[in-house]
């Protein structure tokens, strides 16, 4: 629809006139739905309420002074915008990039933590935090529980959290792996109990300090998503953030060929990301972690 002047003669889609006039006041920015490069956004002048009702009973849906004011969207707005934003975004990286520099993260945890067999210099979080500029700090263990000491294993995380350096500013708990696959013995209640008087104590120890835990992947082991859904719940009570990634980590663990590629052992490897397995995850370690900052 067209309407010329401030007071004028309204136009259907099909440029026929509509007997009907009209006075407008205040200026609005009126959308069609998607805009591509070749649509217009126009500038229309914003009815009293008797009037648009009036206009709606009469089929005309859509205002617009072409007359006044309009721009096109076409290929220079794209080359204009499109290097202002990626601008904006790399700003906005390298701001949280120098927010981090100097401070000190540790890491807790299972293999996941210790990186198995293979150094923890491939792991992500160590990555994360030399492509950052912090302090790392590595407190995995490979077979370690969060609920339970293990004889070979040494002890749990319930109690090894207490043994980490006094002033962090980052604390990434990993783990759970364990506990699911022994949860026949431990129980989902110990679990449970022990997960939070982990997130009760590092709260307690580190009340300046970001804290987040990272689940286990999936495994067709049901007690996986079990540990999973109560670390999730349990931190939850504790406001503490979780990646769920059992769920949304890219890390396709209950496939073959896909641990053929990604898994220290292969295909007989349900836990341990090789090199290109943590390079894999870590962006999206990255982005959930610098959330929080």
């Not at 294993?153 to 207490?162: D, E, N, P, Q, T």
């Not at 013995?185 to 110990?190: A, N, V």
Request: charged letters at 25%; one cysteine or more; proline letters at 3%.
């Amino acid at each position: 629809m067209v309407y010329k002047g401030k007071k004028g003669i309204l136009y259907n889609s099909q440029g026929m006139p509509q007997q009907k006039k009209c006075s407008y006041s205040g200026l609005v920015v009126w959308s069609f739905g998607s805009l591509g490069y070749d649509d217009y956004l126009c500038i229309r002048q914003a009815a009293p309420q008797q009037n648009k009702d009036d206009l709606i009973a009469h089929g005309l849906h859509c205002l617009c002074i072409r007359h006044y004011f309009k721009i096109r969207i076409n290929h220079t707005m794209k080359r204009l915008v499109l290097p202002l934003f990626l601008t904006f975004a790399f700003l906005h990286a390298a701001a949280q990039s120098v927010a981090l520099q100097g401070k000190r993260m540790a890491v807790i945890g299972d293999s996941y933590v210790r990186n198995h067999q293979e150094p923890v210099e491939n792991t992500w979080h160590w990555k994360f935090a030399q492509k950052h500029g912090m302090t790392y700090l590595n407190y995995g263990r490979n077979g370690a529980c969060v609920s339970m000491d293990r004889t070979r294993f040494g002890k749990a995380l319930c109690h090894r959290y207490m043994e980490m350096a006094d002033s962090l500013d980052l604390i990434i708990i990993i783990a759970g792996h364990n506990d699911a696959a022994l949860l026949d013995s431990i129980g989902l209640d110990l679990y449970r109990e022990k997960c939070a008087e982990v997130c009760r104590g590092l709260i307690e120890r580190y009340p300046e300090a970001r804290i987040c835990w990272f689940t286990p992947w999936c495994n067709d082991n049901p007690h996986f998503k079990m540990v999973v859904d109560a670390t999730i719940e349990t931190c939850g009570d504790y406001g503490i953030p979780v990646f769920d990634a059992y769920r949304n980590s890219n890390i396709f663990a209950r496939n073959e060929a896909f641990r053929k590629l990604y898994f220290q052992k292969g295909k007989n490897d349900r836990a341990h990301l090789n090199d290109k397995g943590h390079d894999r995850f870590l962006p999206l370690a990255e982005e959930f972690i610098l959330r929080m900052f």
